[in-house]
């Protein structure tokens, strides 16, 4: 075979050619730098809602880890994850975290939005019950509460229905709102059922509700949260994100190496009563990964089962679609 002698300074062209499409092909055209400043210094960034398993958000916001990113984060907070998106959709947020269920039904509808980062991996949820629930049985006919309509405790609510051996059919599923209205409602027994996660199912067996089904006896893992934006933010901050991500995951090694730290954060932004503070960190702190990998793969196709069972997906969206992994992929050259 005769070889081709390429002369060096023509080698090095090419290299420097072929890197400059990899930073195009990534950014759209912006260059992808963990070390440059952020594009957009100020943001707005949705959380689903005010919950415990967030506690790595509030963590980086308390110790400053935006603001030595050279962010301004402003933290809004919505009731549902169907609010959430559709705020990611207008504008009004520019990176959302909540459930990918949530952000998956805007994808299934076309709209160019893309998940970066998880490390939320957490099969939490549990529903609880009013006392005279004493079986599987007794769980039929009843209202089941979801914080709405397309969020993750819907499409988990209507797995666990059919996990259970009843039908769709069987139940009425009631968009309730977030944990404290859920009790309320349950108190008050407009439903009987409740989908909750910490500290909420503390809450709940202090009220004398009882535990009857927990998702972690029928699944390994969940994406309990996920960091979502839309395709023109990612293309055109790139640096931007990464400031973020950067923040966040180090908030998650804090959160997992100083639970006293998160459980202060968890107080002041979400108001858990301190006895449940540091329990609430105990059920989901090792299901936090500050390289924001999603789950396993048989965990992730649980997760579609889940909506395709339940009705939530009409079908399984390829990885490329929904998910833009360069983030997850670079994680070591960009960690904290």
């Not at 769980?139 to 709405?148: D, M, R, S, V």
């Not at 009857?212 to 994100?241: C, E, Q, W």
Request: proline fraction near 5%; aromatic fraction near 10%.
């Amino acid at each position: 075979m005769t070889r081709v002698r390429v002369p060096h300074v023509w080698s090095r062209l090419v290299a420097i050619v072929l890197v400059g499409l990899v930073a195009f092909a990534w950014g759209g055209g912006a260059a992808f730098s963990a070390a440059a400043g952020p594009e957009k210094p100020s943001i707005t960034v949705g959380l689903s809602q005010a919950t415990g398993t967030l506690s790595p958000v509030y963590v980086a916001a308390d110790q400053g880890l935006f603001q030595k990113e050279g962010l301004n984060v402003q933290l809004v907070t919505f009731n549902a994850g169907a609010d959430l998106t559709k705020a990611v959709l207008g504008g009004s947020v520019d990176i959302g975290i909540g459930a990918l269920a949530g952000f998956m039904l805007a994808v299934l509808a076309g709209e160019p939005l893309k998940v970066v980062y998880g490390g939320f991996n957490m099969p939490l949820m549990s529903w609880w019950a009013v006392p005279s629930i004493s079986s599987v049985a007794d769980l039929k006919g009843k209202n089941w509460g979801i914080t709405g309509f397309g969020s993750s405790t819907d499409l988990l609510t209507r797995f666990v229905v059919q996990q259970k051996g009843l039908s769709l059919k069987d139940v009425n599923i009631v968009p309730i709102g977030g944990t404290d209205s859920g009790l309320a409602a349950m108190e008050a027994g407009r439903i009987q059922v409740l989908a909750l996660g910490a500290p909420g199912m503390f809450q709940a067996r202090d009220m004398g509700f009882k535990d009857v089904i927990d998702l972690s006896t029928l699944v390994k893992g969940y994406p309990y949260h996920v960091v979502a934006a839309m395709s023109g933010f990612l293309r055109n901050d790139p640096n931007t994100v990464t400031a973020f991500l950067r923040a966040l995951s180090l908030g998650i090694q804090m959160t997992r190496s100083n639970p006293r730290a998160a459980a202060d954060a968890l107080a002041k932004h979400v108001g858990v009563d301190e006895k449940y503070a540091i329990p609430t960190i105990g059920t989901f702190v090792n299901y936090l990964y500050a390289d924001g990998r999603l789950p396993d793969k048989a965990s992730m196709d649980a997760f579609w089962g889940m909506g395709l069972n339940g009705g939530g997906f009409r079908a399984r969206v390829a990885d490329y679609v929904w998910l833009d992994p360069k983030w997850i992929e670079t994680y070591r050259s960009w960690k904290p």
